[in-house]
């Protein structure tokens, strides 16, 4: 049953290909065309009641679904990829969202690459926080640990050559980060207010950003070195007072940002450093995230991998940084089982070494059968300093359980 | 008469002067240098995971791989099923001498990253192929031991025996079936850290590919140990397919599917 309607998919994507090729000039060469994706659903409950005004006291349910078209042609020097998502969330009306992750086409000729349309790119290489990634916007209400990320319309060149591979991003078209609604958890006493967001740049939302990279390995060494130039993809807040109503309102600078990443990887190690210098209207500094992941193979004679996670983040703001990567420290385990249900698990905990707040996070994995996942995701709020970042969201420790089913 | 007289005169002697390490390594060479030209292929492959109960589940991927000279092939998998891990993709940089370089694509997040090699002796998806049994066979990543002539299925065989110069490596040794008319090796048995039996590999169904590349079209691992079994079927082999590093280099990685 399952083998037959991929097979009608197939055959209506290579049509549909079909029709794409005459589009961009009819090749005739062989086209690989097909679509994935997945259906998934969570459940989650948090620990406590919410602390502030407005909050819906109870669990929630999400739903996601995520297909992906790809087709391929001239042996996958030309392709397109086209990847629309949707989140139906039954408490936060600001967790709902309909967005177009992917949607862009890709030309490979010899040392050069051009993409053009709505795409991601991942920069980096730490775990526990991604400093330097900052091409797409964040979608915070996703998940908290930033690795969830909008559509981002792009141009990108890039050149291979001996000295390394060269990037150049052209970034028209803003994405603001999402932000929890009035009645969602993990957010601060006063709601943000997207649809008042305010620009530095006079031009708004259609203010062009502009990044280049440079990426190139070294030996056992793996480097990028970053320049942005263009749109804080992390706002700062004005406190807006409007009839009676108090809302927080996202104002997004323009900054000037200079990024180094680095792995070094050398038998189990992985030396790991991330590090920017940022140039703003508001506020100069530097922030770097930097440690370890060492992995033990086959611990006692099983077939288990044990990786030890130590990362250090430290933000030359301190106590006044936005983010709660400040002064803190981060120790976490990463076990895969290597079984036929891909099981893993991550487990850490994060600490601020100045006031002493404490998270712990656990998530879980494993293929049940067929292409069907259990997620189990645990969130702890421990002892939170008031003078921490994370002071607001101190009661919204949960447990979430997820069930995705890939196609 | 005189003649086959004559040339056993001159091979006598350089058989009596080779040690068995020698006569190994020698067999070894030779294996290797006849695959070697290939160039580039591709191919699909899938796995059928075994467990001691006869449940089965499958991986599919496609494979590509280049030859370099003086130096480990390098291959680039790409992961189809489990439709969890469609698009992930592994790119290895296998060296004669140290580290192999190993990088890893997901793509949720389209992320490369670059991860360490020790897992070598790790299993590769859950199987009971680990990930040193995949890598490219360099000469140099062993020692040798010539055994005996034998003869499997009225076959012609050299037994000899090699050793992981890497202490990394899960095995002490390898017992390596060859046919000598082909020299192309048909099975393999593993012997673990503590050199017990482990895991015997089978090659079935070899086919030649331009007139000189013998690929075979399954590998049926058995672990001993466990009563699991991994059946690795090979197809649509394609040689020379003009790829290049830039084939096999980060940026690709970051484009394949």
Known sequence: MRESLFDRLRIRSSVRCGYLLLALGGASVATAAEWSGYLGAEVRAYEESPEHVGQDNGGLATIVFEPEFYAEWEDGYQSIEFSPYFRWDSQDDERSLIDIRELSYLKVAGDWEFRVGISKVFWGVAESQHLVDVVNQTDLVASLDGEEKLGQAMVQVVNISRWGDFSLFVLPGFRERTFPGEEGRLRGGIVVDSDRSLYESGEGKDHVDVALRWFKILGDFDVGVHYFRGTRRDPLFELQVDGGETSLVPYYEQMDQLGLDLQYTKEGWLLKLEAIARDASSEDYSAAVAGFEYTFYGIFGSSIDAGLLVEGHLDERGEDATTSFNNDIFVGTRLGWNDEADTSLVAGVFRDWKNDSMVGLVEFERRLRGSMKLEIEVQKMGSIDPQDALYPVRRDSYAQIGLKRHF | ?257
């Open chain 2, 1 to 257: 008469m005189a003649f086959q007289f004559a040339a056993f005169l001159m091979a006598a002697p350089m058989l009596n002067a080779q040690t068995p390490e020698e006569k190994g390594l020698e067999i070894a060479k030779e294996v290797d240098l006849r695959d070697t030209g290939f160039g580039d292929t591709t191919a699909d492959m899938e796995m059928l995971l075994q467990n001691r109960h006869g449940d089965t589940s499958s991986r599919k991927m496609s494979m590509k791989s280049l030859e370099v000279d003086d130096d480990g092939d390098k291959s680039l998998i790409s992961f189809d099923f489990p439709r969890d891990v469609k698009g992930t993709s592994f790119l290895s940089f296998t060296h004669k001498v140290g580290q192999d370089d190993q990088w890893l694509y997901l793509p949720a997040l389209k992320r490369v990253k670059r991860i360490s090699s020790n897992n070598k002796s790790g299993p590769f998806v859950g199987s009971e192929f680990a990930y040193e049994d995949l890598s490219s066979q360099e000469v140099e990543k062993y020692t040798y031991k010539y055994i005996e002539d034998t003869e499997v299925d009225g076959v012609e065989h050299w037994l000899i025996e090699r050793y992981p110069e890497d202490p990394k490596s899960g095995y002490t040794r390898q017992l390596v079936w060859i046919d000598k008319g082909r020299h192309i090796v048909t099975k393999m048995d593993f012997y673990d850290r503590k050199n017990s039996l482990l895991k015997t590999l089978e090659f079935e169904g070899y086919q030649q590919y331009l007139e000189k590349y013998w690929r075979a079209d399954r590998m049926v691992m058995t672990n001993h140990q466990t009563g699991k079994k991994t059946d690795l079927v090979w197809s649509n082999y394609v040689f020379k397919n003009g790829y290049t590093d830039r084939d096999f280099d980060q940026r690709t990685l970051t484009n394949s599917r």
